[in-house]
């Protein structure tokens, strides 16, 4: 899912620029020679400049915005905002790169100083393509269920009516006495259940209003043994987690007789569905309705060895503020019946013509190999559909679900959802269904975007006529949850980040190939303030702010930390390694662990127990300098002596630049691994500077500001800025809502 940021364009500004200014600021007060070179950050543009961009009337006219560095407010002030993009920039899809619209097929580094941006390339051509909706001719998954899904929406009262008919294999080797199921729409029931205390009613910026109350009722639960035994009475609630009693989103199910490994079993449960009005995911809005997460659905039984487990067993957990979703794969036979004149997307696909008996609609769909199904109904959708294909995407239909405000933006969405695709089979692996669903909810279901389900995902809310690039974004990065989330499939429960990092590392690199964006790594790090495990259950995280930091951006950046120790070429080879091995598989941290060492040949163990398994950030500091005044050989001559320390994790490889007062410069790399070291140089003139990693290099250092210092300051200046500065940006990045 994407994360967005929060709508306090006061507070970011002065974050970013105390972020920024943290960063540079040696370079700002003392020299200008730290910023030569091909910095590791993006482009930033004052407010004015950004909000002056015109709108582009089409794909090919190109746009008026000159990108050039402007002051503001003083010759060190920066009013910065998010990247500008095609028409104008307002924020981030998920919170995630800062970086600019730049012309060409890369993106320029912030030396380019100059240039208009060009429109955008266009996807790649289509091949041919006439993809053929029907059942995969042979597995792609262990078809651990079998869902025969009946629903009817009553649009009057928000309600869905529904029946489940459900097969479930037992994978493990012993007999499994009792079932469980996720009634996740439970979470919405009262204020008392974990998921709205934890959440305080509020997903990203979209709230809940008073009164807004969802739930799931169990009418009847039946085991299909012949003689169509009732389990309703036996049914019970439970709170592996918390012990939260006013929480029902996880209910066991005692079987009258234990299932045998490899053996099946079909429940037949009746159920309906009270729907919220939308502000996390499911819900309505006005005549929209999104259903996600609608149905009784089984949780994931584990065998010995899944995901590194030493005991087979089920995974169990309720719904909570954080936490995403985790299941088993298998099929779905999906009717769905909703009053005339509602148009239905899905998941899958349809597999017979829309039944019309005057008063309802008749949809069927069919989907395999996928671990859930969702969809949404309005009758408001402008419908548009496209063939794709190239050489690693055999076919696919592209199917837009728009709402009418944004009708006249179909080629912007239907270009993303192309170079998504495209470009994510060429790197990761063919995408291998037969159809793609986009759904572009009103602006006041903008709970229901952003989000990814199994080939459907959905856009932000149509709150804009012409939005900025973050309708790219959030297309690119929800199509690249197909991968991450829809086919390798890790438990989003307890390893958010193996979905939400991968797929946000995946996005910077097609928002760059394709987009010309470049992600400000520099800013990005000082957003990680409190940096935690990314091994953490998604709701053990102090909050959905630092949930986010470490799950979106800091994962990312472990992930740009691995590709810059073992090399663009190698991560590629990686990235595509891991997700052709472990497709339809569930795998763990361990599992991509294993999979980096094997493709490098080489062992990670400590590069994960710092920054993966533990919580750790890198911090290189200047920690003192020394210059002696000596004669050697008649000559005068200045021994300098620089203490550097390591007050964080490891990097193999730390540049330090030291500048002399005559103008020479030595740069030098040291190893990182010592907790102190001392440098010492002897030179015909005295030490000016020493800083450490200029160029930003090290994307998981988080602190900068220490890593420079000067020889002889004025003291008003050279009052130590570190601390205070630091505890100031760590003041301020608690106010950011994400």
Not at 430 to 441: C, D, E, N, Q, W
Not at 660 to 683: C, M, P, R, V
Request: hydrophobic fraction near 35%; glycine fraction near 8%; charged fraction near 20%.
């Amino acid at each position: 899912m994407s994360k967005r940021l929060g709508n306090r364009l006061a507070i970011w500004g002065c974050v970013t620029v105390l972020a920024c200014s943290s960063a540079l600021l040696p370079g700002a007060i003392f020299s200008n020679e730290l910023r030569t070179g091909d910095a590791d950050g993006g482009w930033q543009l004052p407010y004015s400049a950004v909000t002056a961009a015109s709108a582009r009337p089409d794909a090919s006219a190109p746009g008026p915005l000159a990108l050039k560095p402007t002051r503001t407010a003083g010759e060190h002030a920066h009013a910065v905002v998010a990247a500008p993009a095609w028409p104008s920039a307002r924020g981030q899809a998920d919170g995630s790169s800062t970086g600019l619209f730049l012309p060409g097929s890369e993106a320029l580094p912030v030396s380019g100083r100059v240039t208009e941006p060009a429109a955008p390339p266009p996807a790649p051509p289509s091949l041919p393509a006439r993809p053929v909706e029907k059942p995969s001719p042979r597995p792609l998954s262990n078809r651990i269920v079998e869902y025969h899904l009946n629903a009817e929406f009553d649009a009057e009262g928000k309600l869905i009516h529904g029946t489940s008919s459900l097969t479930w294999k037992n994978p493990g080797s012993v007999p499994v006495q009792d079932l469980y199921f996720h009634l996740y729409p439970n979470a919405f029931e009262s204020k008392k259940t974990t998921f709205m205390q934890e959440s305080g009613g509020k997903l990203r910026e979209d709230a809940s209003t008073e009164d807004n109350y969802g739930s799931m009722k169990l009418i009847s639960i039946q085991m299909l043994n012949g003689n169509e035994t009732e389990l309703t009475d036996r049914i019970e609630y439970v709170q592996p987690d918390d012990g939260n009693v006013h929480d029902r989103t996880l209910v066991k199910v005692p079987l009258p007789k234990a299932v045998a490994p490899g053996e099946q079993v079909t429940l037949l449960t009746s159920f309906t569905v009270q729907l919220p009005q939308v502000f996390a995911r499911m819900g309505y809005a006005g005549d929209f309705m999104m259903a996600g997460q609608w149905y009784p659905k089984i949780a994931v039984y584990e065998p010995k060895g899944t995901r590194g487990q030493a005991e087979e067993g089920w995974n169990l957990h309720q719904y909570h503020g954080n936490s995403e979703f985790y299941a088993d794969f298998g099929i779905y036979n999906v009717k769905l019946r909703v009053p005339v004149g509602y148009t239905v997307a899905a998941s899958g696909f349809p597999t017979k013509p829309v039944v019309n008996d005057g008063k309802t609609r008749l949809y069927t769909f069919y989907a395999d190999d996928v671990h859930d199904f969702a969809w949404a109904a309005s009758p408001n959708f402008v419908y548009f559909e496209e063939p794709y294909a190239t050489k690693d995407l055999p076919g696919v239909r592209i199917k837009l679900y728009l709402d009418p405000k944004h009708e006249h933006l179909k080629a912007r969405y239907m270009t993303a959802a192309k170079k998504a695709l495209a470009r994510y089979s060429e790197w990761y692996g063919s995408y291998p269904y037969s159809t793609l669903s986009i759904v572009v909810p009103p602006e006041n279901g903008n709970g229901a975007g952003g989000m990814e389900y199994p080939t459907l995902v959905t856009a932000w809310g149509a709150g804009e006529d012409n939005p900025s690039l973050e309708l790219e974004r959030v297309i690119v990065h929800e199509i690249g949850h197909q991968f991450f989330y829809g086919m390798v499939a890790s438990n989003e429960f307890e390893e958010a980040w193996l979905d939400e990092g991968f797929t946000s590392y995946a996005e910077d690199r097609l928002m760059e190939k394709e987009y010309g964006v470049r992600s400000n790594r520099l800013v990005e790090s000082s957003y990680i303030t409190a940096p935690a495990s990314l091994k953490l259950n998604a709701w053990n995280y102090a909050g959905h702010g630092n949930y986010a930091e470490n799950v979106y951006t800091r994962a990312k950046l472990v992930l740009k930390a691995i590709e810059g120790q073992a090399g663009q070429e190698t991560m590629n080879k990686i990235m595509r390694t891991y997700f052709q091995r472990w497709k339809f598989k569930h795998p763990s941290t361990e599992d991509f662990q294993r999979t980096v060492e094997d493709v490098t040949k080489s062992s990670w163990k400590e590069f994960f127990d710092q920054y993966v398994y533990g919580g750790m950030m890198a911090n290189y500091e200047v920690a003192g300098i020394q210059t002696k005044k000596m004669t050697e050989n008649g000559q005068t001559v200045y021994e300098n002596s620089v203490k550097l320390r390591k007050l964080g994790g490891t990097v193999p490889s730390v540049p330090v630049r030291f500048h002399f007062a005559d103008g020479t410069q030595i740069d030098k790399t040291w190893n990182g691994s010592e907790s102190e070291i001392i440098y010492k140089l002897t030179h015909a003139a005295p030490l000016d500077w020493a800083a450490i990693d200029p160029q930003h290099t090290i994307v998981l250092e988080n602190k900068r500001i220490n890593g420079f210092m000067k020889t002889n300051v004025d003291t008003k200046l050279s009052v130590r800025w570190n601390m205070g500065i630091v505890k100031i940006l760590e003041t301020l990045f608690g106010w950011v809502a994400w």
